[in-house]
């Protein structure tokens, strides 16, 4: 397999442990506005708020094998939104780009929504080169959140 070879995969357990290392990388906290979870509350909000729930639908993302991240969508009310979240060596790399088309192509639902710190451009931008147009914006904590949409 080709190094580079990027691809999405059903979340399993073990997958836990690499989300929460990149969940608490500084550089992605900082960019993301988002406080990390001490691993009890991280754990049991994957295994029953995502996992658990038939609803979502998470894939983990890879990179030669490698766990470089996760996409996700749910429903928030009557809007399905999309997150993701990619350690920081994959940053850069057309890894999120190439694993958000993926994604995409299994998630259907539209319109999709994504909400990403109004700071984190190159969040913003990913999302925007896949067709998500802003519509407005959405205050989290005092912070403003792009609001996104995929027709």
């Known amino acids: 397999m080709d190094d580079d070879t990027v691809g999405l995969r059903d979340v399993v357990e073990a997958d836990l442990d690499v989300f929460f290392a990149f969940e608490h990388d500084a550089e992605a906290v900082r960019r993301s ?3 990390p979870r001490p691993r009890e509350r991280f754990v049991r909000h994957w ?15 890879t ?6 991240g996760n996409f996700g969508s ?11 979240w990619l350690g920081r060596a994959y940053w850069g790399r057309g890894v999120g780009s190439r694993a958000l ?11 999709l929504y994504a909400d ?4 984190n ?14 519509t407005g914006t959405l205050p989290h904590d005092e ?8 027709q």
């Open 101 to 111: 088309g993926l994604f995409l192509e299994c998630e259907t639902t539209r319109p």
């Open 116 to 119: 990403p710190f109004k700071d």
């Open 47 to 61: 295994k029953e708020r995502i996992l658990g729930d038939p609803e979502c639908y998470a894939q983990a993302v």
């Open 63 to 68: 990179v030669g094998g490698a766990v470089a």
């Open 143 to 150: 912070d403003g959140y792009v609001l996104l949409v995929l």
């Open 121 to 134: 451009t190159a969040s913003v931008r990913l999302l925007e080169k896949h067709g998500f147009r802003r």
């Open 74 to 84: 749910w429903w928030n009310g009557d809007r399905r939104f999309v997150g993701y």
């Open 33 to 35: 506005r988002f406080v």
